[in-house]
């Protein structure tokens, strides 16, 4: 199996900060990188797929990069209906993995 | 819109099997080229995938399930099913249907719509 390493497990930021979540794959992946967001009782949300492609309807703050087998998340300017867990995905191959998650915490 | 929505008994006692239905509304699942998934998340945990039903009927499962395990299908009532047997604590999760999309090459491969989840617990 894939193994997604997320790092930081958590993160205390504000609202207006630039954060960076990074990923990484236990082997190359190419670009075939999903993160979702996840708030307290909710389901996951997709922000973006591909490493790089923001899903429709999310907002631009929200950026993705990598390659191979490191990637990352960028919220540019943080607002406060940002801080909630998100996890990584890898879909290149079968079982399909997530990473540990992310709690991001307003400071 | 297309909408996911689980359903089942939110108790099951250890060594039976737990049932889950997901019905989905706004798109049918045995046209257009989408998997149907099941995905697990533990109490306070992360995420971990369960398997698929494709449109076409074939079924993938992951491994470390797979014994016990099965995902099937209602096209009339345009359904999926997890029947997960003989389960322990360890099987105590909220259950998420979803669908997968493969919408081309490079890495456009993703969950795009997800239930709102099913707690399952585990417990005599």
């Known amino acids: 199996d894939i193994q997604m390493t997320q790092s930081p497990s958590s993160l205390s930021a504000s609202v207006g900060d630039r954060v960076t979540i990074t990923c990484r794959a236990s082997?190359?992946?190419?670009?075939?990188v999903n993160w979702y967001q996840q708030k307290p009782e909710k389901a996951p949300k997709l922000l973006i797929y591909?490493?790089?492609i923001l899903q429709s309807g999310v907002p631009s703050r929200f950026s993705g990069s990598g390659s191979g087998t490191d990637f990352s998340l960028t919220i540019s300017s943080l607002q406060p209906e940002d801080f909630a867990t998100y996890y990584c995905?890898?879909?290149?191959?079968?079982?399909?993995?997530f990473g540990q998650g992310t709690k991001l915490e307003i400071k | 819109q297309v909408q996911l929505q689980e359903s089942g008994p939110g108790l099951v006692k250890p060594s039976q099997t737990l049932s889950l239905t997901c019905t989905v509304s706004?798109?049918?699942?045995?046209?257009?080229?989408?998997?149907w998934n099941w995905i697990r998340q533990h109490p306070g945990k992360g995420l971990e995938w369960i398997g698929y039903i494709y449109y076409s009927g074939s079924t993938y499962y992951n491994p470390s399930l797979k014994s016990r395990l099965t995902i099937s299908r209602d096209t009339s009532k345009n359904q999926f099913s997890l029947k997960l047997s003989s389960v322990t604590a360890a099987d105590t999760a909220v259950y998420y249907c979803?669908?997968?999309?493969?919408?081309?090459?490079?890495?456009?491969?993703?969950?795009?719509?997800w239930g709102q989840g099913s707690l399952v617990t585990v417990s005599s």
């Open positions: 995905q890898q879909s290149y191959s079968t079982p399909y993995t």
């Open positions: 591909a490493a790089s």
């Open positions: 706004g798109g049918s699942i045995s046209s257009g080229d989408y998997y």
């Open positions: 979803a669908r997968r999309i493969e919408a081309g090459l490079g890495g456009r491969d993703y969950f795009d719509y």
């Open positions: 082997q190359s992946i190419s670009a075939y």
